[in-house]
């Protein structure tokens, strides 16, 4: 009998989760619950609706109907939406936390707090505001180096860093304010400089099993300039380090998920069952912690995912039924470098329903579709983050001229960042590093 997965989402992230499933040894139907036509992911399917995801109603239903038997939730939305618990209610296991421990991803403020209740290092100096009362001191204690963030999902959008998004304490109160007349909590943070770095795990409520360490950009443009986006493209390196960081860097970062992750069974008495996705910085002082996301990173996703050796749905089990322990949990000592097109004018006008063409691309394997739909037959961009592309070779060099090639294959009025994963940029990160220790 085959196993019935429900993969919640349709993006790029998405569309290599299925890829990942597709691969197992296993007999497996998958089901997938969209929010846009992802032809690459209808195509493994045996069942691609698109219907609102967000609903757990929708979702808990279509799932008992076809006898699901594990559901594996791509995007944060769901997630703090309570899709999780529902799915479990009626006895369907999840790869993806409840809606109270997805508050890692879902409130900064909680986060924050948590970190500090266990004394889990790497938090920055921060305090919750509701109101104006004690921000402008606070902004004085921080000084140049402050952060503001709305405290809840944005979609990147609701964090203001100093000397990017805010050029004064002046424009740092009026964006409180802001937050305040609409009622919005929010936190004033530390600003930390460096390097970023994604740091994913597989977490089945004790036991983690990492990921190799990924670095992804979020400016629009090359040299990291312009608007911030949802990530441009990412790469991993060999020896699933990153060219800038050193062994004691990598070694902390799975300290601080794994006292995260147990701080959050001792805080609600269950454990986190899912993709627990620390985003850090490498700093003069050493890792510091940035963020939590509940889920893969898109486009980290791709880069992981497309060397993982281990059978995906063996790790589905590991994570739902606790059994990661006793699972040996591989990757390919390869590097990757993953590349998106996005519509021209992304991300803040971009264009829409514009005819694209992906044909060229003969190695369907490197290929990922996100935000497209199928419009009178033909492949059309639908707004957002529209198709990656993602090589992989024996070094980052060789994995970016593979997603190079193959991502200029692509027609229509799209455009990508170059720079991503060249040696120009990597040099960069590393003398900026250099310079900080
Ligand atoms: P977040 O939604 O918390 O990931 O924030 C979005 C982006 O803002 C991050 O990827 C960082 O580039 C930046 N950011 C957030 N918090 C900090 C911080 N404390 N110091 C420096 N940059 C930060
Ligand atoms: N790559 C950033 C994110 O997935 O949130």
Redesign the pocket.
């Known amino acids: 009998m085959s196993d019935k997965i429900l993969v919640i989402g349709s993006g790029a992230r998405e569309h290599s989760i299925v890829k990942a499933i597709e691969r197992s040894s296993r007999e497996v139907d998958v089901f997938c619950i969209a929010s846009n036509m992802n032809p690459g992911i209808a195509n493994l399917c045996t069942e691609f609706i698109i219907d609102d995801f967000n609903n757990p109603k929708v979702v808990s239903r279509y799932a008992n109907e076809n006898d699901v038997s594990i559901g594996v939730i791509g995007p944060e939305n769901p997630l703090s939406k309570g899709i999780a618990d529902t799915l479990w209610d009626t006895k369907i296991k999840v790869v993806g936390p409840k809606k109270h421990l997805a508050q890692i991803e879902t409130s ?1 403020a909680f986060t924050r707090n948590l970190l500090k209740k266990y004394k889990i290092p790497g938090g ?1 100096k921060y305090k919750v505001f509701n109101s104006i009362s004690g921000v402008k001191d606070f902004l004085k204690e921080l000084g140049e180096n402050y ?1 503001v ?1 709305f405290d809840g999902l944005a979609g ?1 959008k609701g ?1 203001k ?1 100093a000397g990017d998004h805010l050029s004064s304490h002046s424009e740092a109160l009026e964006y409180c304010k802001e937050l305040i007349s609409k009622k919005q909590e929010f936190v004033i ?4 400089i460096g390097q ?1 770095f994604s740091l994913m795990s597989f977490c089945d409520g004790d036991t983690l099993k990492h990921m190799p360490a990924v670095q992804d950009h ?1 400016r629009a443009y090359e040299n990291d300039k312009g608007p ?1 986006t949802g990530g441009m493209g990412t790469y991993s390196d060999t020896g699933h380090s990153l060219p800038f960081l050193q062994k004691k860097d990598i070694e902390d970062a799975y300290k601080i998920n794994q006292a995260t992750a147990e701080a959050l069974k001792n805080e609600f008495k269950e454990g986190y069952k899912g993709i627990l996705y620390g ?1 850090f ?1 490498a700093t003069e002082e050493g890792v510091k912690l ?2 939590y996301n509940a889920r893969f990173g898109d486009p980290e996703a791709m880069n992981v995912l497309s060397i993982l050796e281990t059978d995906f749905m063996d790790i589905c089990d590991g994570i739902t039924m606790g059994k990661l322990e006793e699972l040996d949990v591989t990757f390919k000592n390869k590097a990757t470098v993953c590349k998106y097109a996005v519509p021209e004018g992304y991300p803040d006008n971009p264009v829409k329903g514009e005819i694209i063409d992906v044909s060229k691309i003969e190695n369907e394997d490197l290929l990922f579709y996100a935000s497209v739909d199928i419009k009178n037959g033909v492949l059309i961009e639908s707004g957002s983050r529209t198709v990656a592309v993602v090589g992989v070779d024996d070094t980052i060099e060789k994995a970016e001229k593979i997603a190079e090639k193959e991502i200029s294959k692509i027609q229509g009025p799209l455009f990508h960042r170059k720079d991503i994963g060249t040696n120009t940029l990597i040099q960069k990160r590393i003398k900026h590093m250099e310079s900080l220790r």
């Not at 943070?189 to 930390?192: L, S, Y």
């Open positions: 900064k920055p952060v963030k990147g964090v860093v943070e530390e600003k930390f970023e979020k911030n985003g910085m940035i963020e």
